[in-house]
């Protein structure tokens, strides 16, 4: 059973930053890709970004331009850099394993990061 922990969520204003990390308890190397979802109150899990572990990254169009994913296949680790943050980010943003933009695993415990106005 894999296990997801994801942190760094914060509450932040409108324009700021953050960066969240997920801790993988496997090995990810082989894993292709790993990305991160966000969860934004009464809604479904929303998938934003996905990394290779050869570094090719995609976005989806609410966050292209603003976050950025990085991998580190040594450490298990996914972290997203956010900037430019809005309000309409706010929600509780998981990490996991991606086939096509569906997640493969069961759900960590998520980090939740606030944007205010």
């Known amino acids: 059973q894999v296990q997801l922990v994801e942190s760094g969520g914060g509450l932040v204003q409108a324009g700021g930053s953050l960066r969240l990390s997920c801790q993988v308890s496997?090995?990810?190397?082989?894993?292709?890709?790993m990305g991160w979802y966000r969860q934004a109150p009464g809604k479904q899990h929303e998938y934003l970004a996905r990394?290779?572990?050869?570094?090719?990254?995609d976005y989806a169009a609410s966050v292209a331009g603003r976050f950025t994913i990085f991998r580190d296949n040594g450490n298990n680790t996914i972290d997203l850099q956010m900037n430019s943050l809005k309000p309409e980010d706010t929600g509780m943003y998981f990490c996991?394993?991606?086939?096509?933009?569906?997640?493969?695993?069961?759900w960590g415990p998520g980090t939740q990061v606030t944007v205010s106005s």
């Open positions: 996991n394993a991606v086939a096509g933009t569906r997640p493969r695993w069961n």
């Open positions: 496997r090995g990810i190397s082989m894993i292709n890709p």
């Open positions: 990394i290779t572990s050869g570094g090719t990254a």
